[in-house]
């Protein structure tokens, strides 16, 4: 009888050993994918924003004349793939990556809307081409988009 007690006490210890372990393992599961979505959108928006440094850095290098070429879309593959698991950072975390990424898609809206109001250019579904003026105007919203 003392053997089986003893037994079924050793049985209940590994058992609450192996949940203990499982729950670390999911637990560092959980930091490492929390700090996967960190560094990915990071990057993306790493991205962007060397995307719009580069168009306002050209603009200003080179004499403008003629028209200008614009992405259509904003970019943000990263933020569409893994939209459903911000939850896993922080409160101030997800403001911020909200607050970047809806920046981010007002960029092309506002560029139409000014081909659309001020008949600056025209687009279709993958650029947006503005002539001299318009640029100017666009490249000033890429810069208040930055900073």
């Not at 700090?35 to 004499?63: C, F, G, Q």
């Amino acid at each position: 009888m003392y053997t089986l007690h003893k037994n079924n006490k050793n049985q209940l210890e590994l058992q609450a050993d192996q949940k203990e372990h499982d729950l670390q393992i999911q637990a560092d599961q959980t930091v490492h994918e929390v700090n996967s979505l960190r560094v990915a959108l990071k990057s993306e928006l790493t991205s962007v924003r060397v995307s719009y440094e580069s168009i306002i850095d050209t603009y200003h290098e080179e004499e403008h004349t003629g028209s200008s070429v614009f992405q259509n879309a904003a970019y943000h593959v990263v933020f569409d793939n893994i939209a459903a698991k911000l939850g896993l950072l922080s409160e101030d975390e997800i403001d911020k990556v909200i607050k970047a990424y809806r920046l981010v898609s007002e960029v092309p809206y506002k560029l139409k809307m000014m081909v659309r109001i001020d008949k600056a250019g025209h687009y279709n579904d993958d650029y947006i081409v503005l002539n001299q003026d318009a640029t100017e105007i666009a490249v000033k919203i890429y810069e208040v988009t930055l900073y």
